[in-house]
């Protein structure tokens, strides 16, 4: 299936853990995104790449840090996990040749620390 | 910072009634997207309004996108239960070259049969 994915689905860790999350997209786009949905389902948007090269870079702490090894995966690494990091973390896709900025969502990586 | 505001927040109906769901915001936008997120899952894109005064028809919803390109609006006809899910609307500044979309809150609408 032609889709975008992410891994894992769910992630439980203790505050001060490094973790990551990885995504790919088969969709065949050069432009993806990461965005952070809080416990209030508002979702912001935090990095984006375009072939490989960061474009969007929100305010975010330092302790997140992007990785585009290639324009059909993205990664997000997260050190010294907080709290205030937990949240349903979504990687998304589009091509930026097209119109009007539709993108493509995964399902979501649900991040608890604890 | 274009700050989306939807309204409202949350929506409880029987099935058959109508809805209408409100996306507002005191700037332009060069496009606006709607999509439908369900328990779980990602947001899923409804349609795109590009136009101002565009109306856009999906079966029973009925996209509206305002002449001004500040706000828009999306309708459901005779909802059903299968429509339950939450409405997040989003904008693309008419600065923006890369896709940064600016999200509503979103409005949790609930069809009960």
């Known amino acids: 299936d032609t889709a975008v994915s992410q891994t894992p689905k769910y992630l439980v860790t203790q505050m001060g853990n490094d973790k990551s999350i990885k995504c790919e997209q088969n969709?065949?786009?050069?432009?993806m995104y990461w965005y952070k949905q809080d416990s209030k389902k508002f979702l912001k948007i935090m990095f984006s790449?375009?072939?490989?090269?960061?474009?969007i870079n929100e305010t975010v702490p330092n302790r997140f840090s992007p990785k585009s090894p290639d324009k059909a995966h993205l990664n997000l690494h997260i050190n010294s996990l907080e709290l205030g990091d937990s949240a349903v973390y979504f990687c998304a896709s589009r091509h930026a040749g097209l119109a009007f900025n539709e993108q493509f969502f995964g399902p979501g990586t649900r991040l608890t620390v604890l | 910072t274009q700050l989306l505001e939807q309204s409202p927040q949350f929506l409880s109906i029987q099935e058959g009634e109508n809805l209408t769901v409100y996306c507002n915001s005191s700037s332009v936008f060069s496009s606006l997207q709607w999509y439908r997120q369900e328990p779980g899952e990602g947001p899923v894109l409804l349609v795109t309004v590009v136009t101002g005064g565009e109306v856009k028809k999906l079966k029973r919803l009925t996209f509206q996108f305002g002449d001004a390109r500040k706000d828009s609006s999306l309708h459901i006809t005779a909802a059903q239960p299968g429509d339950t899910g939450l409405y997040l609307c989003?904008?693309?500044?008419?600065?923006?070259?890369?896709?940064?979309?600016?999200f509503g809150a979103g409005t949790q609408v609930v069809v009960t049969p």
């Open positions: 969709l065949g786009h050069d432009t």
């Open positions: 790449y375009n072939n490989k090269e960061l474009i």
């Open positions: 989003a904008g693309a500044g008419v600065t923006d070259s890369w896709g940064k979309l600016q």
